[in-house]
């Protein structure tokens, strides 16, 4: 399957953006303390952007996930 160009940069663009957090917390605050600090802190941003992207509220989808 070969994509179009500005397919590809919007695909890029959202991948980056949905990675770039880990990076400015990486700078500002040292990173983890650990890997499953991490993978926690990965699981809820994901949820949370998610919910952002698709026009739900981010507080709603974190209480979602502990009921």
Known sequence: ???????????????EGGIRILKVKQKRSGGFRSDKDAKDFMAIHSVTYTAKKNQYSRWDAVLALVR
Do not use: A
């Open 1 to 15: 399957m070969v994509r179009s160009t500005s397919l590809s940069k919007l695909l890029d663009n959202l991948v």
